[in-house]
């Protein structure tokens, strides 16, 4: 009887250890899943953004192509939206200053996004207001950050004709640019450049183009360049003010500006927007 009564004993203490040992898993589980989650967020927040930030084509790859994927899918929205979002909470309607304050904000601390950034944004500025330009062309609009850096320093009834091959793109600069309070001033057109600037002319009554900002695809800046001059837009004294000619890189077109007679090129040293990688700003003025 009383070794009956040891070996009941043993078999509860071997089930109470057994059913404590799915209670240890569990919680075995929660720290790792909970430990895993905070170093992939670390190495999303902090670690892999440090690491790229000297190395241009990573720097793409990381902010261009992965995060921004990522954050689509998580979000269900797109990176222009958000870019919005972020100016419509936090810019004052009607004050292009806040605008541009909100979105290097959202880009330097948020997410990466391909504007000229505030670094170069300076750069532009300086050209703009030295210039002091009628007619400008923006090659690129993106979501309007450079096209509301440039409109607000220009003088009043000056024309700015910006041209954005993404529809998408464009519905987002449109509202950006109208809650900067430029609109007035901005002509957004959507298309292609190859297309547009032949038309420039007769669509627009333009003459010639006293600033030319080029940010869309590199590689049509020199094919571009030499359809502007074909026809006609460019004038003796017309400043062209190229984007990431170091990063991504436009080697086709620097060959061309800094050794063809028609041009006298300066280089303006920075870096690619929001990070450490060298980029900077080629400026072309057209000599006739």
């Known amino acids: 009887m009383q070794k009956s009564l040891q070996q009941t004993a043993r078999g509860g203490e071997k089930r109470t250890g057994s059913g404590a040992c799915p209670h240890m898993m569990w919680l075995t589980l929660l720290y790792g899943c909970t430990g895993g989650a905070a170093l992939l967020y670390a190495l999303y927040r902090w670690v892999i953004p440090a690491a790229v930030q000297y ?21 269900q929205s797109t990176r222009p939206q958000r870019l919005l979002g972020a100016v419509q909470k936090n810019a004052t309607r009607g004050d292009p200053c806040s605008v541009v ?8 601390h948020k997410e990466w996004a391909m504007n000229v950034g505030d670094e170069k944004g300076c750069i532009l500025d300086s050209v703009v207001s030295e210039i002091n330009p009628a007619t400008v062309l923006e090659l690129g609009t993106y979501c309007g950050y450079s096209t509301v850096r440039i409109a607000s320093r220009l ?3 000056a024309k700015l004709i910006t041209l954005e091959f993404n ?11 109208a809650w900067a309070g430029v609109e007035e001033k901005v002509q957004l057109v959507e298309g292609a450049s190859g ?6 002319k007769e669509q627009f009554g333009i003459k010639t183009f ?3 900002f080029l940010d869309h695809w590199k590689d049509r800046y020199l094919p571009d ?7 006609g837009l460019l004038r003796k004294g017309s400043v062209l003010l190229a984007d990431n000619v170091i990063c ?9 500006v800094r050794n063809s007679p028609r041009y006298e090129s300066r280089y303006f040293k920075s870096h690619l927007e929001y990070t450490k990688v060298e980029d900077g700003l080629e400026k072309s003025v057209f000599l006739g």
Do not use: N, S
């Open 167 to 177: 529809p998408d793109f464009a519905v987002i600069a449109r509202q950006v640019i």
């Open 210 to 212: 006293d600033l030319v």
């Open 155 to 157: 003088p009043p009834h």
């Open 55 to 75: 190395h241009g084509g990573l720097a793409l790859i990381w902010h261009d192509v992965i995060v921004e994927r990522m954050l689509d899918t998580l979000t």
């Open 101 to 108: 304050k909100a979105i290097d904000h959202f880009c330097r």
């Open 195 to 200: 297309d547009w600037i032949p038309k420039m």
């Open 248 to 256: 991504p890189g436009t080697p086709e077109y620097l060959e061309y």
């Open 225 to 231: 360049t030499k359809l502007m001059e074909e026809c």
